[in-house]
Each structure stands twice: as C-alpha cells, then as structure tokens.
C-alpha cells in the first residue's frame, strides 16, 4: 500500500498530521514501514532551510507514536561531512547542512526508540525515468546533443543512483527485516565525483568534454549492506547506458 496526500495514487494520509498517521496506522496495521517520504531540497540553497528538516523529523516522530515497530528508513548520504575519509563508513557522521541534520535526527529518533526496530539506509542521489531533472539526465541531455551542458562551477561532494536499484534494496530490507535495528550505506562500490560520472557517460557515447572543476570524490562501504541485503542489483555502468537511451528517446 503506498500512501500520498490526495489519494490519487494510493491511500490519502499526511504524514505531518498526527491524528491522520494514527488513524492510519490503526487500520492498516502494517507490518513493515517503508519511510521515503521528506521535505525534499529543489534547488542548492534548500539544504539549509532548517524549517523543511524539522517537518521531516516530524513524519518520523508521528510514526512511532503511531506505534509502527518496523520502519526502513530512507536517509541519506547528507549525513556525512564534505571531506570525508573514504571509503565513508556507517558511523562517520558529520552533517553539514540542515538537510543533513534532519535526515540524522530522524535516524537517531528511530535506532533510540524502545519498542521501534529500524534498517536505515544511507542512500546518493536518485536518478533514472521517468525523472527528466538532475544531474545524471541533464549530462545525457546535454552529451546527446540536446541541452546545454551544465555543470557546477564550485566543488560538491555528490553521487548517485539508480531509483530501481535504490527502491530494490529498500524492498529487500523490508523482506528480510533484521532482529535488530541496523544502519547501512546504500549505493554503488565505485568511486564517484562529478568528473569521473561525466568520463563515463562521454566514453559510453564517444564524446569528449573538457571540465576542470576539481571535486572530491565519494565512495562507500558497503560491507553491511552485503550483509544485510546483498548487493545492488545492477552496476552503475549499465544503468547510465540505460540512461544515455533515455534521453535519446526523450530527444
């Protein structure tokens, strides 16, 4: 069952009402949570809106007071600092936006609670259709000949993945829920910045794109998720040949 706020697409429920989650809650009796819902940033300076965290906290604390006791929850790869050690692992946390804040309250506010149990999962950047934004779709755009290239002139620490990929990880969490609550990155082995993503999409398509701004580079430890889950089920290099397909198509 999947929950929206107007019910056009599954069972009308907002997430920041109380009463509403506990409403639900009561009638659905589900067994297993899959939280993905947030205050979502759409443009750079939204990362920092403090007010946007608190409202995703809030969906979380109106969960457990609902007295879900299984939640898989969609964090995020926010909660680390801008330079971390690589590969990055689970427990070094130090968020520098309120985005990121927000997303490691709500973690701490799920692994803290008595009766509630919890697989968290640290997840990139979303890309893939039917999404016609972001940064992954405007490279193919662009290295398609069909867009301006536009890349970001300041250093970001960024990566990404595929949504079939990231929902399909978050679906076998849920199916093979732990004994106990666990916190696990969730992406990609490889090395990422936006430098090496657009090496690779020019080489799947021939091109050759001079950039020179120097980003750091991001890569996970995925030893837990293997544990967990296994891997992801698909590669990166297959999924942005996929994409480059797309934006042909939508070109």
């Known amino acids: 069952m ?12 907002d997430l920041l009402d109380g009463d509403a989650v506990r409403d639900m809650v009561s009638q659905v009796r589900p067994e297993v949570v899959i939280h993905c819902a ?12 403090l007010g946007a965290s608190e409202l995703s906290a809030r969906m979380v604390e109106n969960l457990l007071t609902a007295s879900v006791e299984r939640v898989v929850f969609s964090s995020s790869m926010t909660v680390y600092p801008s330079l971390p050690t690589m ?6 946390v130090a968020p520098t936006s309120a985005y990121g804040q ?3 309250r709500s973690e701490r506010l799920l692994l ?13 950047g979303l890309f893939g259709p039917p999404r016609r934004n972001g940064l992954v779709y405007g490279l193919c755009r662009a290295l398609v000949g069909k867009a301006p290239l536009s890349l970001p002139q300041e250093p970001i620490l960024w990566a990404a993945m595929h949504i079939e ?41 021939d091109a050759d794109v001079p ?3 120097d980003h750091p580079d991001f890569q996970m430890d995925l030893t837990t998720l293997t544990n ?8 990166l290099d297959k999924r942005l040949a996929e994409i480059l397909d797309y934006a042909r198509g939508e070109a």
């Open 112 to 124: 803290q609670h008595p009766q509630a149990k919890a697989v968290v999962l640290r997840l990139p």
């Open 211 to 213: 950039y020179t701004v």
């Open 228 to 235: 967990l889950v296994g891997p992801p089920p698909a590669c």
């Open 38 to 49: 947030a205050a979502v940033p759409k443009a750079a300076a939204d990362y920092n809106d």
């Open 2 to 13: 999947g929950l929206c706020r107007n019910g056009k697409t599954g069972v009308a429920c």
């Open 165 to 205: 990929d990231a929902a399909d990880i978050l679906v076998r969490a849920a199916l093979q829920f732990p004994e106990r609550s666990v916190v696990a990155n969730a992406g990609y082995p490889d090395v990422l910045s936006i430098p090496i993503i657009l090496r690779r999409l020019s080489l799947l398509c």
């Open 87 to 92: 590969p990055v692992h689970e427990n070094d």
């Open 102 to 104: 927000g997303k490691l």
